[in-house]
């Protein structure tokens, strides 16, 4: 196993697997950002623009590490989870370095639910390591670029009828695929900024094994991660006040289909139907001495749009944002803490027939060291 990958395979183990942006996305990766609901953060100089849009990183040096705890809480059978994602960057000189989720995914029903022939237990990890750079190309125009490693993992299972009562179905693989970030910040006035950054898509092959009635056999399975799309504005209304606004694109349709792939020739197949979707946030700060106050909103579109298309294993909706933050900046260092609140429009699955209901909880810490 390279360096590379034992550190992707460390951070699997550290990130956490609830999604909250949207699909499986995860976007919890700068505590500061999450007290605005992470509204305009393409257009946000900070450490964790490795992530979000490599023209924005800091020329400054400096080390950022951010942890966010996430209560899930679903119904019906209490299917949320609960869990801790870390994220970590280092900037020098306009260069940065990071680790964090991109996606994540988990859900957890009883073994005697009236859908278990669909799923029981869903757990998606996915983590990058990017090295990304920002360098201006006039007095008011910085480009960025990235290279990243991305794990993904997934383990399924559902249970499956048999004479002698039912059995738990499981399959399990991982696979590591490279993707790549471009980025631009235009500051066409002093007190504004607008960004704009795209991820491209990665595919990957996972493989592992498939564990069924019939025995244990090696399966993969093909998936592609989509492109994601950001925009950000910040306006600095006032010296201790700013404004941030931003819209985010993700092409979900890659996401049609589960296709399990089994050695003995079988194929296991979950349709998903997945549309594309959009992200809305609006946000703002306000600094009075040491400290600085955020609040912020979003919408997220789910990409699951019919009945048809809602599974057990991410019965998804759209969701709303309300997010609050404090920041305590002493000498060199910075404090973060920030709160969110999540609500889920809820929606009907057909497979089984049941009602869904969902709500989440996010509890962000940071800290941040600049020289």
Do not use: C
């Amino acid at each position: 196993m390279t360096r590379a990958r034992r550190l992707l395979v460390l951070a699997l183990l550290l990130i956490a697997t609830p999604g909250h942006g949207s699909g499986f996305a995860l976007i919890e990766r700068d505590a500061a950002g999450l007290g605005r609901a992470y509204a305009g953060q393409a257009a946000v100089v900070s450490p964790s623009a490795v992530a979000f849009n490599p023209a924005a990183l800091p020329t400054i040096t400096t080390v950022s590490a951010n942890v966010s705890y996430l209560w899930n809480h679903l119904q019906p059978e209490d299917a949320g989870t609960e869990t801790a994602v870390p994220a970590l960057f280092g900037t020098t000189h306009g260069i940065g370095l990071g680790v964090y989720g991109e996606f994540g995914l988990a859900t957890d029903y009883p073994t005697d639910w009236p859908g278990r022939y669909h799923a029981l237990h869903s757990e998606i990890t996915a983590a990058r390591i990017q090295i990304a750079g920002g360098f201006p190309v006039t007095p008011t125009l910085r480009l960025g670029i990235g290279l990243f490693l991305q794990s993904f993992a997934a383990e399924l299972t559902q249970a499956v009828p048999t004479p002698l009562g039912d059995r738990v179905s499981k399959v399990e693989g991982d696979d590591t695929g490279i993707g790549w970030t471009l980025g631009a910040l235009w500051n066409p006035l002093p007190e504004l900024a607008l960004g704009l950054s795209y991820g491209s898509a990665v595919d990957h092959v996972l493989n592992g094994t498939a564990t069924t009635p019939r025995g244990r056999q090696p399966a993969s399975v093909p998936i592609t991660t989509p492109e994601v799309l950001r925009s950000g504005m910040r306006w600095t209304v006032r010296p201790q006040f700013a404004l941030m606004a931003g819209a985010t694109w993700t092409r979900w349709s890659r996401m049609q289909a589960l296709d399990i792939r089994l050695a003995d020739g079988n194929r296991l197949l979950e349709e998903h139907a997945w549309r594309d979707t959009w992200r809305l946030d609006l946000g703002g700060e306000y600094a009075l001495g040491p400290w600085t106050w955020r609040l912020g909103t979003a919408w997220d579109q789910s990409p699951v749009a019919t009945a048809t298309a809602r599974s057990p294993r991410l019965p998804d909706s759209d969701r709303t944002w309300l997010a609050g933050g404090l920041d305590y900046r002493t000498g060199p260092w910075s404090l973060s803490l920030s709160y969110a609140h999540l609500w889920f429009a809820g929606g009907r699955g057909e497979h089984p027939p049941i009602d869904y209901s969902a709500g989440s909880d996010i509890l962000a810490a940071g800290i941040t060291r600049s020289w």
